[in-house]
């Protein structure tokens, strides 16, 4: 079992930055990427970014350029600097892990407000 706990949300003005920051524990031995979503009011959940254990990302289109995301492995955070949001960034945003063993993001965090005002 991995458990994960997100931190980091808030209200910005457009043009700002955030920090998201997501700390696993429990089995994390056996994490191999480590992904953000987000999902806006009315909107489906959208994958935003991904980490794999050997440091390989890969971004959405709606962020790339914008957003980074980066671990500290010692530390079992997965962190998503965001730069430049605008109010289309507002949203929850999840923290979730893959395991080795399987193909889908079995485990996810509870989620932090980002709230992006013009």
């Known amino acids: 079992q991995v458990q994960l706990v997100e931190s980091g949300g808030g209200s910005v003005q457009a043009g700002g930055s955030l920090t998201l920051s997501c700390a696993a524990s429990?089995?994390?031995?056996?994490?191999?990427?480590m992904g953000w979503y987000r999902q806006a009011p009315g909107k489906q959940r959208e994958s935003i970014a991904f980490?794999?254990?050997?440091?390989?990302?890969s971004y959405a289109d709606s962020v790339k350029g914008r957003f980074t995301i980066s671990r500290d492995n010692a530390k079992n955070k997965v962190y998503l600097q965001m730069n430049r949001l605008n109010p289309e960034d507002t949203a929850v945003y999840y923290c979730?892990?893959?395991?080795?063993?399987?193909?889908?993001?079995?485990?996810w965090g509870q989620g932090t407000q980002v709230t992006v005002s013009s």
């Open positions: 429990g089995s994390t031995v056996s994490i191999n990427v």
């Open positions: 979730a892990a893959k395991t080795l063993t399987r193909d889908t993001f079995d485990y």
């Open positions: 980490i794999h254990e050997g440091g390989g990302t």
